[in-house]
């Protein structure tokens, strides 16, 4: 067979979790992330590579603000655009592979000129979401510089088809997953609900790359993504999320594809993964062979990471032993953090390029975080300063004035003197939780309310009701899953109590009704844990701004707590007796109920590239019909009980 040059190589640079706009309001460490999103593409150019790889993540917030969506727009355009003929040819279905406005991959688009492609799914930060079920990639796909490729628009139904692009005699099938929550994708995977496309002719000549955006490692028993789940005719694949660098590809020996973990292009925590040096790789396919090259990023932030067990210094043995110790232990921890002050300058310095020796540098602050376990031996204590006093010596000095230090004690294997009923977290466990990036707040609600008993409210809705909340800035989330489970818990209840007479109403012990909410709470969980309920997407409706209302001093007025819209009786639930404003009853209307939660999807015919194997269909749910006749009978039956 004759050598394959480079004319048959696709060039591919890789990256992933950049996070752009990571603590943008910081008057210090505000721009890193994007800088950094920036010297990637700046690789890409300069590298003259074929194509951009992200594995998710590419914004930091669900709704990036206009800064980050600027800086990356902005960044893309000096880099990827451009009068350079883009060698890479697309073979598959596009409408399949991208299913946006524009069925077409963005460099053979007429009206723009693409150097670079950038292929990108999406994940966990930067997730579809709200009306529309759009996310921050679908703007930038819209606008033409990027294919938004790896949708999972069917948590527990996953169909993935891969882009088939070619380059000379190089075939390469890229695959992507985007973002499913963990738990989900397991027990997807379990059941064997997960499909993957392979080419239809000539299988063995084709590269198979793949991109997913999971847990690498068992957090939980279900909570990850386990490398045999994936197929074995994989070649490579390229794992998001996690933010510890291990850029070179690392061979699975059961399934026997490679494993590359580019990590994140900035540090999102301050834990040891994050202090790992930050790299892209360049990969080089030719044929079926792969290899690569990494390069470190020279823009990113120096981090120095150190832990130390306080006894075990020297001198420190004494001190425990002293009374008034908390001046001689701070300033052995001072010492220390200056260490790690000038270890982390020299490594920045060690690493920029040779022919800007002769300038004069400006070393950027550091980030620097010193763990102190303060366990002391017996007869002796550690009087420790504040963690944000002591941090707060190094205004000037390090980036993160306010995190410098952090103090825990060793875990002692004791007998809980808890009372029964009391309910406590161990404060080693959330230390631990706190440290890690991949932690869920599901995960942190689900630990603290296994405890508890709640009667109405649904535990894993509530957790996921949290994380809405926190990750995705929906600051009604909470307020709208309690209204709606108060709700659901009404209605089920009045309907279980339709037919009974006021007497034996009255009959129904508290208890009944205690162990009827509860069973009607199970049925929800259950219902949530399977993918049957689903959190709602529909749109929100608020009421009226108030006359003199000031945005700019009084804020937005979408954001007040009392600008929701809780009910608007859409579904003409018998059980509400709504009145007027001068306390007459309303009219009886009839009102057609629309669907917003299913999203349609096209199914036309598959690609020729694409192999021809059994899918199943997914049953049209009609929705059910509303009869008004019915619903104002019961509801005057409703209002004669009451009467």
């Not at 690392?250 to 494993?259: A, D, Q, S, Y």
């Not at 706190?434 to 599901?442: A, F, I, M």
């Not at 339709?498 to 009959?507: I, S």
């Not at 000031?550 to 809780?566: K, M, N, S, Y």
Request: aromatic content about 6%; overall charge negative.
């Amino acid at each position: 067979m004759p050598r394959l040059d480079d004319s048959e190589t696709i060039r591919i640079l890789v990256s992933t979790d950049n996070h752009v706009g990571y603590n943008e309001r910081d008057p210090i460490r505000g721009d890193d992330s994007w800088k950094s999103f920036h010297e990637v593409m700046c690789l890409a150019k300069e590298q003259d590579v074929d194509m951009v790889l992200l594995a998710g993540d590419l914004f930091h917030e669900n709704k990036p603000s206009r800064k980050s969506m600027y800086q990356v727009m902005r960044s893309i355009r000096m880099n990827c655009l451009g009068d350079k003929p883009c060698e890479l040819e697309m073979l598959s279905d596009a409408s399949e592979n991208f299913q946006g406005a524009f069925n077409h991959v963005n460099y053979e688009d007429l009206d723009i000129n693409v150097a670079i492609p950038i292929f990108s799914i999406h994940g966990n930060h930067d997730d579809p979401s709200g009306e529309g079920h759009l996310a921050a990639l679908d703007l930038l796909q819209v606008s033409g510089l990027i294919n938004y490729y790896g949708r999972t628009p069917e948590s527990d139904n996953i169909q993935i088809k891969p882009v088939l692009l070619q380059k000379g005699r190089t075939k390469l099938a890229l695959y992507g997953m985007s973002n499913v929550r963990d738990e989900r994708l397991f027990r997807t995977f379990r059941d064997g609900k997960v499909k993957f496309y392979q080419p239809s002719i000539q299988k063995e000549d084709w590269f198979n790359l793949m991109s997913v955006h999971q847990n690498h490692y068992a957090h939980t028993e279900t909570g990850y993504l386990p490398e045999n789940f994936l197929p074995e005719f994989l070649d490579l694949v390229v794992w998001g999320h996690e933010h510890e660098c291990l850029i070179n590809p690392r061979l699975n020996p059961e399934t026997k594809f490679h494993v590359m973990q580019p990590g994140s292009s900035v540090a999102t925590s301050l834990v040891p993964g994050e202090s790992v040096a930050k790299h892209v790789a360049i990969l080089s396919i030719t044929g079926r062979e792969f290899k690569c090259e990494p390069i470190r990023l020279k823009s990113v932030r120096p981090f120095a990471m150190r832990e130390i067990i306080l006894s075990e210094e020297k001198g420190a043995q004494k001190l425990a032993r002293k009374d008034n110790n908390r001046t001689e232990v701070t300033r052995l921890l001072m010492e220390i953090v200056e260490e790690l002050i000038e270890e982390a300058k020299t490594e920045w310095l060690e690493m920029q390029d040779e022919t800007a020796e002769d300038e004069e540098l400006e070393v950027p602050l550091p980030l620097v975080r010193l763990r102190v376990e303060t366990s002391t031996p017996e007869g002796g204590s550690y009087d420790c300063e504040n963690p944000q006093r002591f941090s707060n010596r190094f205004v000037g000095k390090v980036a993160n004035v306010n995190d410098v230090v952090q103090f825990y004690r060793k875990k002692k294997n004791t007998n809980s003197t808890r009372k029964p009923g009391e309910t406590d977290l161990d404060e080693t466990a959330v230390s631990h939780l706190s440290t890690l990036d991949t932690v869920k707040v599901e995960q942190l609600v689900r630990d603290f309310l296994s405890a508890q008993s709640l009667t109405i409210l649904p535990q894993n809705s509530f957790g996921d009701a949290v994380a809405q909340f926190i990750d995705k800035d929906d600051k009604h989330a909470l307020e709208m899953f309690v209204n709606e489970s108060l709700e659901s818990q009404m209605k089920h209840l009045l309907a279980l109590d339709r037919d009974h007479d006021l007497e034996e109403e009255e009959e129904i012990a508290e208890s009944s009704l205690q162990k009827a909410m509860e069973r009607y709470r199970t049925q929800m969980e259950d219902m949530f844990s399977r993918g049957i309920k689903k959190r709602t997407r529909g749109k929100k409706r608020f009421k009226p701004k108030p006359d003199g209302w000031d945005t700019e001093f009084d804020g937005v007025w979408e954001d007040q707590p009392g600008a929701l819209i809780h009910s608007d009786n859409e579904d003409g639930d018998p059980n509400e007796d709504v009145a007027g404003e001068d306390g007459a009853e309303p009219p009886t209307t009839s009102r057609a109920t629309s669907s917003t939660r299913g999203r349609g999807r096209g199914r036309g015919g598959r690609a020729t590239t694409t192999a021809a194997t059994t899918r199943k269909t997914a049953t049209t749910k009609a929705a059910p019909a509303t009869t008004t006749s019915k619903k104002t009978t019961t509801s005057t039956k409703s209002r004669k009980r009451r009467t």
